[in-house]
């Protein structure tokens, strides 16, 4: 107590309320004149006369000289002294205190003597046990009547306004109680309908007194996979609130579209826009919708970076491929409720509608697949850990698409090709069927054990395609085989044709392998076919249906002297040589027959400074009143 105890040392000075100098004027003047009777006009001129003429310097010298005679020794004596008064009467005060300080605990020792006791000195507790000392209350003097009603009747009024405002409150809280149950009831309520429709329901990690709902997908990539979980908060009326966080307010989707010849010819449907009052359940729709589809774009754009080299490119938020010369697909992240197109997106038409919404939908699967790709890696056992970081795989959403596009239009252009062929040959009058099989591959019959149904669907769409074309050519016999091969996963990359044909009369000829240009393509199909046509040729005029016999009995007989540039040789016994050129292409089927005086030194036909030529066109459109390629054959053998 001692040691917290501080008192000030220098004196209170109490300011006057209203100074008043006139006495402390004339206490000066009795001092220093004496009284007033002996004050004269005289005395006082004198006074002012001898302070004119004094040194204004005097005084102060007499002061300083003063100050400086004074004894040090006297001035520490007063100082001493009055620090000893002031000490003396700092040790007054504290002992006074100390008194009633103990007279205070000493009185309340008789009621709250663990309390009073902290409080009391030692020497009080050995002269005066607790308690000793009470205190009662003396009656007073009685009051009036009057006075007592008044207090009574205060005392009643303020009991009466504390009764009204404590009911006043009772009845706002019980209102505000009410309130909150219904409005908690209402949240717990929504809460458990969330949870009935199949949604999982838990606490946040972040804020445990918080509940959220799981709408993402657990095997997402970490960045998307943190972004499906959302607070269910509770507003005003109790209804939930979805805290969306990271989730834009409006609705995304990847937009799909086919552009043919530099128009817009077909685009997938969008998600139609939904209303501001709508369900919990439809705004956690919409939330799970929005985080796949930017995930799905997100895995497009890793995808396309590096398929570079395969002709896809992107861009800030457009992914581009192309499926053939004409035609295009374009990929980019929209707004559902975007509005207008620009000019340039506005679409022409409504021919590839199908395709687009076919090409959205298998992407969407094929990110599906790719989910369940990861659960099931995650529930194997894990490989052995290794110092260098294991990278994340890009998805297969576009090579799987891209090969397919690619094969379809590979198949269509070789099926046109064979069509455009068989009708020239038709129109000759030569008969070539041949029999498409695409995507001779996919084969729904093959099942695996350890995979589901759905799995093993998507998965037969991941290998390489292949479609198969197998044809009979004109001569018996013969036939040909084409093989399209597709294949954007693993090298060699791209689309390859594989010919193999069966013509008895040339043993020796042999297509070349994995011919990848359409050109290439058509031109091995139509030589092999034009190789055919000289065999029919040849094989026609031996028979003895077809052996011309003139009035001399000399017979043409047709050889193939250079089958490759499609020509060939008719010879008699008399000398007379005839020479027919045949060419065949898609559009077209063109035979030339030119007279020759004998053959050369060299084994070839003698040029002919005058010679006869004639020439026969056969096209797919099949003009009528035409011959036959046999019968015009047999003409110009008779000629």
Known sequence: MSESFSLPLRPLTEKPERPDRLPVEIAQINAQYGSFREVTEDSLRAKIEADKNKDPWSDEDEDVTTSADEDSTERLDQLYKRRAAITQFAHQAHMEAMFALDFISLLLSKHTPRQAE???SAYLKQVAPLGTLN????????????????????????R??????????????????????????KYWDEALAVKEKGWKVCRLPRERQALGVQYGFLEATPIFRDRGLAALRRADDGSLILDKGLIPPKARSVRVRVKSRGQITGCSKQRPASDKAESIESRILQARDTVYEEELFHELVREARILGGQGVTTRQNLVQFSVSEEQQVLLDLVDDEQGSPAEDEIQSSNEHDMVADALAHSIRILLAYAHRQNLRRRTQVPPPLIPKRRQTTEYQLLRPVM????????????????????????????????TATPFSSLSFKRSNGAL?????????????????????LITPQSSFRVKVRTNVASPPFGTHYDVSVNMPQYPDVRPPNRIGLQDEAASVLTHLMMLDVLSAI?????????TIKQETDHVLTWEAAYPHNGQLLALSSTGQCKRMNVSLSRHELTVQVYSAKGIDGFGRPAADKTPDMRSQTWKSD???????LMDFVTEVSRE
């Open 118 to 120: 902290m409080s009391m």
């Open 452 to 472: 589901p149904k759905v799995e093993a669907l998507v998965q037969e769409f991941l290998l390489p395609y292949e479609s198969t074309f197998t044809g009979q």
């Open 403 to 434: 090969a397919y596009l690619q094969h379809s239009s590979y198949v269509r252009w070789l099926e046109s090709l064979l069509k455009d062929v068989q009708k020239v040959l038709k129109s000759a009058g030569i008969t070539c069927d041949f």
């Open 135 to 158: 205190s009662e209350v003396v009656n007073p003097p009685p009051k009036p009547e009057s006075a007592v009603n008044d207090t009574k009747t205060v005392s009643r009024g303020w």
């Open 622 to 628: 099949g003009t009528p009143g035409q011959p036959s």
């Open 160 to 185: 009466l306004q504390n009764f009204n405002a404590a009911a006043n409150k009772l009845l706002d809280s019980a209102t505000r109680l009410e309130a909150e149950v219904a409005s908690e009831t």
């Open 538 to 546: 040849t094989q026609a005029k031996s028979s003895p249906t077809n």
